[in-house]
C-alpha cells in the first residue's frame, strides 16, 4: 500500500506560509522527481500542515535525501525543533 508522511512545521503560520510559496516549485520538483502522488499544505493555528502520499516509503526516504530539500530548509532557517512528524503506511488509498 501506499505511504503516508504528516508534517507539522510549528512557528508563524503566515510566516511559514510565505516561505512554502516562495519554495513551493523547488519542493514540487524534488516531490516528482521521487515519485510523489499527492501534495497538500494548510496554515494551522500553530504553524503549518504537509501531507504528502507516496507509492511507497522508498519516494518518502529518497526526497528527504534530496540535497534540494535540504537547501530549502536551510534557507528558511527551520530548526529540527520545529518539525513534527508522522509516518503511516496506509490500509487504504483512493485518488481521483
Given at each position: 500500500?501506499?505511504y503516508?508522511?504528516?508534517?507539522?512545521?510549528?512557528?508563524?503560520?503566515?510566516?511559514l506560509a510565505v516561505?512554502?510559496?516562495?519554495?513551493e516549485?523547488?519542493?514540487?520538483?524534488?516531490g516528482?522527481?521521487?515519485?510523489l502522488?499527492?501534495?497538500?499544505a494548510?496554515?494551522a493555528d500553530?504553524?503549518?500542515?504537509?501531507?504528502?502520499?507516496?507509492?511507497?516509503?522508498?519516494?518518502?526516504?529518497?526526497?528527504a535525501?534530496d540535497?534540494?530539500r535540504?537547501?530549502?530548509?536551510?534557507?528558511?532557517?527551520?530548526?529540527?525543533?520545529?518539525?513534527?512528524?508522522?509516518?503511516?503506511?496506509?490500509?487504504?488509498?483512493?485518488?481521483?
Amino acid at each position: 500500500m501506499a505511504y503516508l508522511s504528516i508534517t507539522r512545521i510549528v512557528g508563524d503560520a503566515d510566516a511559514l506560509a510565505v516561505g512554502y510559496l516562495e519554495t513551493e516549485p523547488v519542493m514540487t520538483s524534488v516531490g516528482r522527481d521521487h515519485g510523489l502522488l499527492l501534495h497538500a499544505a494548510a496554515k494551522a493555528d500553530d504553524g503549518l500542515v504537509v501531507v504528502n502520499l507516496w507509492p511507497s516509503i522508498d519516494g518518502s526516504e529518497a526526497a528527504a535525501r534530496d540535497p534540494r530539500r535540504g537547501r530549502v530548509i536551510r534557507h528558511h532557517a527551520l530548526r529540527p525543533g520545529q518539525f513534527r512528524r508522522e509516518h503511516l503506511e496506509t490500509i487504504g488509498c483512493v485518488v481521483f
